[in-house]
């Protein structure tokens, strides 16, 4: 069973995703989190003030690029 908590597929390739969208966020983070769904929309939400439900729709989309 896949950890639901988890990014689905290759860390390393979605994580470029990741740097392209939101660019604030470091490769130290992005080390730190490595895949972490809760985490990762954390940081999203603390850095660009978005709403959950807003991150959890914004990672869906990048997820089936």
């Known amino acids: 069973m896949m950890d639901t908590?988890?990014?689905k597929g290759n860390w390393k390739e979605f994580r470029g995703?990741?740097?392209r969208k939101w660019?604030?966020?470091t490769?130290?983070?992005?080390?730190?989190i490595n895949g972490s769904?809760?985490?990762l929309m954390?940081?999203?939400q603390k850095r660009?003030?978005?709403a959950k439900?807003?991150?959890q729709r914004e990672i869906r989309d990048l997820e089936g690029d």
């Open 27 to 32: 490769d130290d983070e992005l080390d730190r």
């Open 17 to 19: 995703r990741v740097q």
């Open 37 to 39: 769904r809760r985490e």
């Open 53 to 55: 439900e807003q991150v």
């Open 42 to 44: 954390g940081i999203i």
């Open 23 to 25: 660019g604030e966020i």
């Open 48 to 50: 660009y003030g978005m």
């Open 5 to 7: 908590d988890r990014i």
